[in-house]
């Protein structure tokens, strides 16, 4: 049996999409967590492209998260059966991170000037467009984001919920029913649902 390690940093963000669809699978992996401060300068170096998440597999090193979110919801069935679900599965994950770049690009500012204007930009016109939009999909699909089923792209919006509400400051799904019935669905889902309730609680 395969056996798989997972390194990332000691919070959700890219990550816990990752751990969402092992668990998922009840795929055995160790979930090796660096600590930033202490640790990240010296893994640093040593990563694919100089970052994280990465997963190692029978000595086959995968980078990048959505390349790895997408060959492991192949592996455990959230994927399409043909290439147009496919490609409904690929555009609603898309459209959830295009709505995190959106976020980190004012989370992750370092002119404090610059931040601010980004902050204001966000909260009157970026964020609710997006959540509109995403609780639309997720309401034409019956509580999902792609095909009416459980797919890859509600592991995604759920594993990244969290980081993506920290980043918005304030709760994404508070006022978007279709998409609290979207994460309600993922983590009651079997695998997922404990590994939620066993998780660090980091985001």
Do not use: C
């Not at 699978?25 to 040593?46: C, H, P, Q, S, V």
């Amino acid at each position: 049996m395969t056996k798989y390690t997972l390194t990332y940093f000691d919070v959700e963000a890219l990550g816990e999409p990752i751990r969402m669809l092992l668990s998922y699978g009840n795929l055995d992996f160790t979930d090796n967590r660096i600590d930033y401060e202490k640790d990240w300068a010296k893994f640093k170096t040593a990563m694919p492209m100089g970052q994280v998440p990465i997963l190692e597999a029978d000595g086959k090193v995968m980078y990048q998260s959505l390349a790895i979110s997408r060959y492991l919801a192949r592996l455990v069935g959230l994927y399409g059966e043909n290439p147009l679900e496919d490609y409904e599965i690929d555009n609603a994950v898309d459209n959830i991170n295009d709505f995190r770049a959106k976020l980190a690009g004012a989370q992750y500012e370092q002119n404090a000037v610059a931040k601010e204007e980004k902050f204001k930009l966000l909260k009157a016109e970026t964020i609710p467009y997006f959540l509109e939009k995403l609780d639309a999909i997720a309401a034409e699909n019956d509580g999902h984001f792609a095909l009416k089923k459980f797919t890859l792209a509600d592991v995604y919006f759920t594993g990244m919920s969290n980081y993506l509400s920290l980043m918005a400051q304030q709760d994404i799904t508070a006022n978007y029913q279709n998409l609290k019935k979207v994460v309600e669905n993922t983590i009651a889902t079997p695998g997922i649902k404990e590994w939620v309730e066993k998780r660090p609680k980091k985001v």
